[in-house]
């Protein structure tokens, strides 16, 4: 059972930190204003909109960015930390990351994407994340719901989603913690002391921009490594921008249907319950998960998913 921060009060403060890529200004203030509306204060990461260019453009260098997320981690005024975006960065982080004043006082983590990384490393000590929209997908007309649904968990409001069955889906019931993220980031953290422990446990995964090969890679990955001998449940979310843009006549669809056709495939031979299509990942419906959370997944000619 994994530990869950407390709920947040009216008042509290939420850092916003940029672990990864860079940021503009511009590209935060809805999300700012969003969470001042809301009843909160953010507070901003000193390095939040600082550049470092070393074959991406980082949102400073590892020191600063490793500066930002123990301050964020450790602050004891601080009662959430809310990434502002994914792209690359964050395993520069985690060989060096604090969790002293963490532990005694644990905050709810937000964001996907890249941030995969640090909500692996979290769970590794025994601590749940929310696996949902960041700050900046707030300037790119998401749903009011994925981040209303956020502001829920903070609060403290039990999760429960429903959703209509995907043809792809293989039916069954099943509990158990929730683990995952997106797909290349649990596949770059296999074999190394971050990654995941699958055993037992009900994986999700999503991903976007990846040639139709290399998710077959990165699913025979996951197979050669064993994951699909220890879940015990597994949910697909979006997969969009695969393969080439002017082959690919779903390229835009945030569900791309020869993507979950890879998927199937590579795990057919597998019984476990599986769910395709849940609106999770970098799509505008980006609705939050808890990572490390218990849940009930019932897949029938309807699906849901309940979080204990």
Request: aromatic share 12%; hydrophobic share 35%.
């Given at each position: 059972?994994k530990?869950?921060?407390?709920?947040l009060?009216?008042g509290?403060?939420?850092?916003?930190i940029?672990?990864?890529?860079?940021?503009?200004?511009?590209?935060?203030?809805?999300g700012?204003?969003?969470?001042?509306?809301?009843?909160?204060?953010?507070?901003?990461?000193?390095?939040?909109?600082?550049?470092?260019?070393n074959?991406?453009n980082?949102?400073g260098?590892?020191?600063?960015?490793?500066?930002?997320?123990?301050?964020?981690?450790?602050?004891?005024?601080?009662?959430?930390?809310?990434?502002?975006?994914?792209?690359?960065?964050?395993?520069?982080?985690?060989?060096?990351?604090n969790?002293?004043?963490?532990?005694?006082?644990?905050k709810?983590?937000?964001?996907?994407?890249?941030?995969?990384?640090i909500q692996?490393?979290?769970?590794?000590?025994?601590?749940?994340?929310?696996?949902?929209q960041?700050?900046?997908t707030?300037?790119?007309?998401?749903?009011?719901?994925?981040?209303?649904?956020?502001?829920?968990?903070?609060?403290?409001?039990?999760?429960k989603?429903?959703?209509?069955?995907n043809?792809?889906?293989?039916?069954?019931?099943?509990?158990?913690?929730?683990?995952?993220?997106?797909?290349?980031?649990?596949?770059?953290l296999?074999?190394?002391?971050?990654?995941?422990?699958?055993?037992?446990?009900?994986?999700?995964?999503?991903d976007?921009?990846e040639n139709?090969y290399?998710?077959?890679?990165?699913?025979?990955?996951?197979?050669?490594?064993?994951?699909?001998?220890?879940?015990?449940?597994?949910?697909?979310?979006g997969?969009?921008?695969?393969?080439?843009?002017?082959?690919n006549?779903?390229?835009?669809d945030?569900f791309?249907?020869?993507?979950?056709?890879?998927?199937?495939?590579?795990?057919?031979?597998?019984?476990?319950?599986?769910?395709?299509?849940?609106?999770?990942?970098?799509?505008?419906?980006?609705?939050?998960l808890?990572?490390?959370?218990?849940?009930?997944?019932k897949?029938?000619?309807?699906?849901?998913l309940?979080?204990?």
């Amino acid at each position: 059972m994994k530990i869950f921060p407390k709920s947040l009060k009216k008042g509290d403060r939420i850092a916003i930190i940029s672990p990864a890529g860079a940021v503009e200004p511009s590209q935060l203030e809805k999300g700012i204003e969003m969470i001042k509306s809301k009843g909160f204060e953010p507070v901003l990461g000193k390095n939040l909109y600082t550049k470092f260019s070393n074959g991406y453009n980082y949102a400073g260098t590892e020191e600063q960015r490793t500066h930002d997320i123990n301050w964020a981690l450790n602050d004891p005024e601080i009662s959430a930390i809310w990434a502002s975006r994914g792209g690359y960065g964050c395993q520069h982080l985690i060989e060096n990351l604090n969790l002293k004043g963490f532990t005694k006082n644990p905050k709810w983590y937000i964001g996907y994407s890249d941030n995969t990384v640090i909500q692996s490393y979290l769970l590794k000590k025994g601590f749940a994340s929310i696996h949902g929209q960041t700050i900046k997908t707030s300037s790119f007309g998401v749903t009011d719901e994925s981040y209303d649904l956020t502001f829920n968990i903070l609060k403290g409001k039990p999760l429960k989603y429903t959703l209509k069955s995907n043809h792809f889906n293989k039916e069954g019931n099943v509990e158990g913690e929730l683990v995952g993220g997106n797909l290349a980031l649990v596949y770059a953290l296999l074999g190394t002391k971050y990654s995941f422990d699958f055993k037992d446990k009900i994986l999700f995964i999503e991903d976007i921009g990846e040639n139709f090969y290399a998710l077959d890679r990165m699913m025979m990955s996951l197979e050669m490594a064993g994951v699909f001998t220890k879940i015990k449940g597994l949910i697909i979310g979006g997969m969009t921008n695969m393969g080439d843009e002017k082959e690919n006549k779903h390229y835009e669809d945030s569900f791309d249907e020869f993507a979950y056709k890879l998927i199937s495939d590579r795990i057919s031979e597998y019984s476990f319950p599986t769910v395709f299509a849940f609106p999770n990942g970098h799509i505008h419906n980006n609705i939050p998960l808890i990572l490390g959370s218990e849940v009930s997944l019932k897949a029938g000619k309807n699906v849901t998913l309940t979080f204990k």
